[in-house]
């Protein structure tokens, strides 16, 4: 459900949006009159995103703004992103563009009309490193050269631009999001590792290469809320893949390592690897090259530690105690009929399992439970 404030920044959002592409629109249309001048270009380049065209109060920053400082675009290559949207936003955007190409039946943008028509342009944007093509933004199409190829922007960075939070498909498909836990769903010492791992992050930031957390625990998902846990500390969100879906082969895990650091930017998202299979295995080394080569907040979640020649922070997570399943227990079971004391001691002592698994199973003997029985015989 959209809360108030995000529906309230929604709206100024398009209306920041709209407006940029009318500019860009009217732009366009001096080209094609011809009637653009160096006073226009130079009025053109020094609009000011940050703040009111009267200048008495500053602006929320708009999904672009937040988009350009992400990827540290230049003007150019942000009104690159913004020609390549308003074709799919603005039905006149594909007339404008084949009017200012002087051929009817280019109704896309080109970096050639890029160059021509928008302010402060420069070659270096086109290179496969730079910023657009870098981190796909946009696309180009099959042309005689890279400078004619149609442009188009990628489906989830104009979904981003226009403020929904949608996951890449690609990503989708094979990532879990985890849901930010409770206060006393984690372990006492889990609780200490999560802050632990929030504290080292937070010291590190602005640093051009951030430490990799490596979590060493019998069942990889045990990371999943000890990850969770840190990361909602610091605002951001979580997701954990298998490390068997991590592409093995070196222009796949290159292709996927950019795609994640893209999403990761757009959603200020964490990435928790459960790694299963001995240190040997295939699919270490994939998670190992991907680590290593890949940006962002990044924990690894494995029975031993993934070699990787990359800072990281090792933690070991132990089992939870009789003490601390008791405490889980005791929460997970709360207002039930049947939570003898003296059971709970004996299962808290008899069986070692995570914290994750007693309120699955405290959850499930809840539901089935029928009234007025022992609800701790139902649970096992």
Known sequence: MIDARHKDWLSVNQALLTGELDVLKAGLRRRIDGLLTQESEAAGSEQDHSTDTDGSAAKPASALDRLSTAFGLSKFERNVVLLCAGVELDSAFGGLCAAAQGDSTRHYPTFSLALAAVPEAHWSALAPNAPLRRWRLI??????????????????????????????????????????????????????????????????????????????????????????????????????????????????????????????????????????????????????????????????????????????????????????????????????????????????????????AIRSIAARAVSVAPPGTDVVAAAW
Do not use: H, K
């Open 139 to 356: 696309e180009a199409g099959t042309g005689p050269s890279i400078t004619v190829a149609p442009l188009r922007i990628d489906e989830p960075v104009l979904n981003y631009l226009t403020g929904s939070a949608l996951w890449d498909e690609r990503l989708a498909a094979i990532v879990e999001p985890l849901a930010i836990p409770n206060a006393g769903d984690l372990a006492p010492s889990q609780a200490e590792i999560a802050r632990s791992i929030a504290q080292s992050w937070s010291r590190a930031a602005g640093q051009p290469i951030l430490p990799v957390v490596e979590l060493s625990a019998n069942d990889p998902e045990d990371g999943r809320p000890i990850a969770a846990a840190a990361t909602a500390a610091l605002g951001l969100n979580a997701v954990a893949i298998s490390s068997d879906l991590i592409p093995a082969a070196a222009q796949e895990l290159q292709a996927f390592g950019c795609l994640w650091e893209r999403e990761a930017a757009l959603n200020s998202c964490l990435l928790l690897i459960e790694c299963g299979g001995a240190t040997e295995d295939a699919r270490y080394r994939s998670v190992a090259r991907f680590a290593e080569r890949t940006g962002g907040l990044i924990v690894l979640s494995s029975r031993e530690p993934v070699r990787i020649r990359r800072p990281c922070i090792r933690f070991s997570v132990v089992p939870a105690g009789a003490a601390e399943r008791r405490a889980a227990w005791l929460s997970a079971l709360s207002g039930a009929q049947g939570c003898a004391p003296a059971r709970l001691d004996a299962i808290a002592s008899q069986f070692s399992v995570g914290m994750e």
